[in-house]
């Protein structure tokens, strides 16, 4: 019932930008925080950004001051705008909730995974 799904990735040239959104619906009755992740090939998965439902932010050392992450809580929808970006940012990107979920309770939730591939 809980669905959550990233879009927004592609292919851009090193310096560009790319907007990355992720949707989460269902019967959801709150969403505490989000996050976004990334994954390489041969890499674990790390974490890039966060953010509460109070709108506090955290993010990896690698993309402060060139990554920017936002949610629109009426949408149940997190954003992560990425400027600037290296050929080290490719990557899979994959969205992180964690809800309240009416028929569940808490839980975390993950999206598909959106590719992101940034040439030099």
């Known amino acids: 019932q809980i669905h959550v799904e990233e879009s927004g990735g592609g292919l851009v040239q090193a310096g560009g930008s790319l907007r990355l959104s992720c949707a989460a619906s269902g019967n959801i009755y709150s969403i505490n925080d989000m996050g976004w992740y990334r994954q390489a090939p041969g890499k674990q998965r790390e974490l890039v950004a966060s953010?509460?439902?109070?709108?506090?932010?955290n993010y990896a050392d690698s993309v402060k001051g060139r990554f920017t992450i936002s949610r629109d809580n009426a949408k149940n929808t997190v954003y992560l705008q990425m400027n600037s970006l290296k050929p080290e940012d490719t990557a899979v990107y994959y969205c992180?909730?964690?809800?309240?979920?009416?028929?569940?309770?808490?839980?975390?939730?993950w999206g598909q995974g959106t590719q992101v591939t940034v040439s030099s």
């Open positions: 953010i509460t439902s109070g709108g506090s932010t």
């Open positions: 992180n909730a964690y809800l309240w979920s009416v028929e569940r309770g808490w839980g975390d939730y």
